[in-house]
């Protein structure tokens, strides 16, 4: 590993030093991450099976999202993960004021994302994409395969949208932690770091959501 | 690199903003490429570009450049897995023509 601060400071009596400390947590959040893969990957794996068999249906009905305002909640996902390198940064090096900052910005960003995305499903809602009863596609004969498409959008999404959510409060309560906390900074650095893994990896889903739902040609 | 030896504190720093620069050129690509009449090109740029935007985020933000072995490993068997649920799947629906 790179020059951690490593004094033992806040290391739990089984392990021997802060950096066999660092080596368990961070392996245990990269298997987390691993099985977080195959939770997306499920959806992903639909996605693409329902695409080759309807790719006219999936074309007409990926023209119908607000490209724009997925490519903001692009550029704001990638910058909120800049701010969360930092904030990992800061906590290393015992920055307790730049550290809440960038803690409290990946938040506000990651909160701007769940705005506009909230629009977003109001303005699909609006017009009846929404899959069910009310559906309607009025610039499609059979919508049964459109409907397919809105059902992986609104699933896919939507569970992206939860895990942001966990993300914005996570980063709320480190935030609020370690201003409140009279320990050294970097003795929360390795929490800061696990919530920027899992922030990192919610930002990997939506590149890979992003391109395949707004961007079908 | 050699200017900045004295401080890696900045050294860190300007890696993570040329990073974020990058991905946002990358996103710009992206969007362009949408109008490009590229035909069935159009979804592998828009992947290519994707996968560079996620190895950027895996190597540099979540430091798997400096991470140990071990977390190098799980992160690629997690694509591994991945990797393997697609691919079967799709030679089982290739099957069922």
């Known amino acids: 590993m790179t020059e951690l601060p490593c004094d033992n400071l ?39 099976i329902y695409r080759m068999r309807n790719p006219e249906a999936f074309a007409a009905a ?70 069910g009863a009310t559906f309607r ?57 696990m919530a920027g893994l899992y922030w990192h990896f919610v930002d990997i889903v939506w590149i890979f959501l992003f391109p395949l739902l707004y961007l079908v040609a | 690199m050699p200017q900045d030896m004295t401080n890696p504190n900045a050294k860190a720093l300007s890696i993570y903003r040329n990073v974020a620069a990058l991905l946002g050129l990358l996103l710009i690509a992206t969007i362009v490429a949408r109008w490009m009449p590229l035909g069935r090109l159009n979804l592998i740029v828009a992947l290519a570009i994707a996968c560079a935007k996620a190895t950027l985020v895996a190597v540099y933000f979540m430091h798997l450049r400096q991470a140990s072995r071990v977390n190098r490993v799980f992160a690629t068997v997690g694509i591994l897995w ?11 629906y290739a099957q069922r023509g």
């Open chain 1, 10 to 48: 806040n290391v739990p009596h089984h392990f021997d030093d802060a950096g066999q400390h660092y080596d368990a947590v961070s392996l245990g959040m990269w298997i987390f991450l691993a099985t977080e893969v195959m939770f997306f990957g499920g959806l992903f794996t639909a996605y693409i």
């Open chain 1, 137 to 193: 596609a009025s610039w499609s004969q059979p919508t049964a395969n459109v409907q397919l498409f809105f059902f992986l959008y609104f699933v896919m999404t939507g569970l992206h949208a939860v895990h942001m959510l966990v993300g914005v409060g996570v980063m709320l309560t480190l935030a609020a932690r370690a201003s409140m906390s009279r320990k050294p900074m970097r003795s929360l650095a390795n929490a800061v770091d």
């Open chain 2, 82 to 92: 991945l990797a393997i649920l697609i691919a079967l799947t799709l030679v089982d």
């Open chain 1, 62 to 131: 990926g023209h119908h999202l607000y490209m724009w305002l997925g490519a903001v909640n692009t550029a704001i996902l990638l910058t909120s993960s800049w701010t969360m390198a930092l904030a990992v940064h800061a906590a290393k090096h015992d920055d307790r004021r730049a550290a809440v900052r960038k803690l409290l910005l990946t938040a506000g960003l990651g909160a701007l994302f769940l705005l506009i995305k909230a629009v977003e499903y109001y303005l699909d809602a609006h017009e009846h994409l929404v899959p």
